[in-house]
């Protein structure tokens, strides 16, 4: 009974920067924790980063930490993903995910959007 919409993907050159925003709208106030992940082909998809609703902690791997930075807006229900310095590594479907218990975000989240599709070209 939650929905999220992940929107800001598309095309950008090497070097550039997207921030993707997700949205979630129904039942979104038993929501503890919302996030991204990311997923190319022939790659397990990946654990960006994940933000508390309340309190704003952030978890992240080292691996995105520097240029994936997650924010929130809980007034408007939406987590953003800022993504600097892009390179072709980075091109891959974005997921947003949400989840109920914040100890579920990295490994089974509750909810997930349809994806955006970012590209990177040079």
């Known amino acids: 009974q939650v929905q999220l919409v992940e929107s800001g993907g598309g095309l950008v050159q090497a070097g550039g920067s997207l921030k993707l925003s997700c949205t979630a709208s129904g039942r979104t106030s038993g929501l503890s924790a919302m996030g991204w992940f990311r997923q190319t082909p022939g790659k397990e998809r990946e654990f960006v980063a994940a933000i508390r609703r309340i309190g704003g902690n952030i978890y992240q791997p080292d691996s995105f930490k520097g240029r994936f930075t997650i924010s929130k807006d809980n007034a408007k229900d939406t987590v953003y993903l800022q993504i600097n310095a892009m390179n072709a590594e980075d091109t891959a479907v974005y997921y947003c995910?949400?989840?109920?218990?914040?100890?579920?975000?990295?490994?089974?989240?509750?909810?997930w959007g349809q994806g955006t599709q970012v590209t990177v070209s040079s």
């Open positions: 995910a949400a989840t109920r218990n914040i100890v579920q975000i990295v490994t089974t989240p509750d909810y």
